[in-house]
């Protein structure tokens, strides 16, 4: 029986930021082109944050995805009905989340530096960059404890794509790599493994699959929190720079919009 039942599901989208930046992204739809949009310079502040929050909670949302791969119905457990060995249903699924989990603090980066209009190059978007540009010091402390919390996954992500380290799985990890690549050829191996016990590739992945439910579970328990916590610095942000530039009277669509509207009526 696994130890984690049930995996934890994140709420990439629940935050009030997210929903208000969504809500007023709609505007996209009034302009036919981006030219004609980036008139304005409150709807050219939105449209880049909204693609950005929006590439944060597809990339976070991701993660609830790579859970579908641990936590495994019954009869996928069986190493037969898989489209790769068990081995490397693991190795994949880790080389996934490790990537997609890292990039995450890279992700808030490029939204904070967006929200606060900074003006960094993408590939010179660190916490030490935003914190030159005068960002909150409460901000680029959760940055900081993201940056450290995520740590352990970015050091084993370095040294798996830039290394070529790969982690071992099960209480037979020689075995169960051979073995199970054997197997899903149609070879299958008998006798026992490196400790002397029976021979058991389906055994092997199961302890394989609560290996990495743990790892994913101790990664993803405290991210919801981070992630709120940042969201609220960057709505206060956005909000006070957003309301100036819609009531600019020349350059504010909103404002400009409204006024029109008056005249109508």
Request: glycine content about 4%; aromatic content about 10%; proline content about 4%.
């Amino acid at each position: 029986m696994s130890t984690f039942e049930e995996p934890p599901v994140l709420s990439p989208d629940g935050h009030e930021f997210v929903g208000r930046i969504f809500d007023l992204s709609i505007i996209s739809l009034h302009f036919e082109t981006l030219e004609e949009a980036n008139r304005w310079d409150d709807v050219r502040y939105l449209l880049p944050i909204d693609g950005r929050v929006t590439l944060l909670v597809n990339r976070v949302e991701s993660l609830n995805r790579i859970a579908d791969f641990l936590w495994l119905p019954e009869k996928f457990v069986q190493s037969d009905q898989l489209p790769c060995s068990a081995w490397d249903w693991l190795n994949a699924t880790l080389d996934s989340f490790l990537a997609r989990f890292v990039s995450i603090l890279d992700c808030c980066l490029l939204l904070a530096r967006d929200v606060f209009e900074m003006g960094i190059p993408d590939r010179k978007v660190t916490i030490g960059a935003i914190e030159t540009k005068g960002a909150p010091a409460e901000l680029i402390q959760r940055f900081k404890q993201l940056r450290t919390h995520s740590e352990e996954m970015r050091d084993e992500r370095n040294e798996r794509f830039h290394a070529a380290y790969e982690r071992e799985f099960s209480s037979a990890p020689m075995t169960f790599k051979n073995a199970s690549i054997l197997s899903h050829r149609g070879i299958r191996m008998t006798g026992e493994d490196e400790n002397g016990n029976t021979l058991d590739v389906d055994r092997y992945f199961s302890e394989g699959l609560e290996q990495l439910k743990e790892v994913f579970v101790a990664a993803v328990s405290e991210l919801d929190d981070h992630l709120d916590a940042v969201h609220d610095f960057l709505l206060v942000e956005f909000n006070r720079r957003f309301h100036e530039k819609f009531n600019d009277p020349i350059k504010g669509y909103g404002r400009n919009t409204m006024n029109t509207r008056s005249k109508q009526v």
